[in-house]
């Protein structure tokens, strides 16, 4: 990681590929999605004080998302997605 980037992150998304999250969330349209599920622009779901309160769960759900939608993510995508997820809007350490 390049000097002056260096933020906390969760053992579980050590090396993800944030780049790779990003781009897969937009290709994947997860946005649109959440939006459709709890409205407005879909960053409701994104609740650090809900019932995602481990790195674990988060990356669980984001595989949930994967199964239940037969997105087809390998792991490591999963993880890249996140990771992202984690650094946005959860920051567990």
Known sequence: MPVGLAWAQADIFAGADLALGRQLMTQHQCE???ARHVGGDG???????????????????????????????????V?????L??????RFK
Do not use: S
């Open 32 to 34: 649109a999605c959440h």
């Open 43 to 77: 960053t409701d779901v994104y609740n650090p004080a809900g019932r995602l309160k481990t790195p674990g769960l988060l990356r669980g759900m984001v595989e949930a998302c994967n199964t239940q939608l037969n997105l087809g993510l390998f792991p490591e995508e």
């Open 79 to 83: 993880t890249a997605v996140a990771a």
């Open 85 to 90: 997820l984690n650094r946005d809007h959860y």
